[in-house]
């Protein structure tokens, strides 16, 4: 293998850890609704924690490897429309995965202070919390944005 195969191996590498997880905050977002103690809140932000290392770690390996293959490769330029467009949709999927991040932060804190208070039956205000429309809002611009990104990739419009 060339290095040129080996950047775009490390690229895609990144790119699929990146939207693995965001597919596993889907997953636990969709979860997190249907939850009303503070322990099965706590433990479903637990499961949250590796993808979080993998959501930032992937986003940012796959940008630097993107541009180092655009630098090096006579085919691409990093100032073509479809790189630049991946350059915003990474930015806007970054921006609301923040947003989201820290939303659910807030919520977890609560439900952290609830378990360790010995407070562990149901509890209504933090079901509300999980339930809240703003979070679920941020995540859904955060998936909107890395699949167009996506897309970006696989098709390269105007390229």
């Known amino acids: 293998m060339s290095f040129d195969d080996w ?3 490390v690229h895609v590498a990144a790119a699929f850890a990146f939207i ?3 597919t596993v905050f889907t997953i636990l977002v969709l979860a997190a609704r249907r939850t009303d103690r503070p322990v099965e809140a706590l433990t479903l932000f637990r499961i949250g924690d590796p993808a979080n290392i993998l959501v930032q770690g992937g986003s940012v390996l796959a940008l630097v490897m993107g541009v180092w293959i655009a630098i090096r490769r006579p085919e691409y330029r990093p100032w073509d429309g479809w790189i630049i467009g991946a350059y915003v ?3 806007v999927a970054g921006a609301f995965g923040a947003m989201t991040g820290k939303a659910y932060n807030l919520i977890r804190e609560e439900a952290r202070m609830l378990v360790e208070s ?3 039956e149901p509890n209504t205000d933090l079901a509300a919390k999980l339930r ?3 979070p679920l809002l941020l995540h859904a611009i955060t998936v ?3 699949l167009a ?3 970006d990739m696989i098709f390269k419009p105007g390229a």
Request: a positive charge; glycine letters at 10%.
């Open 118 to 120: 010995g407070r562990l």
């Open 132 to 134: 809240e429309s703003r």
């Open 149 to 151: 990104l996506l897309l």
């Open 144 to 146: 909107v944005a890395a």
């Open 20 to 22: 693995g997880a965001i």
């Open 7 to 9: 950047l775009l191996f």
């Open 89 to 91: 949709l990474w930015l």
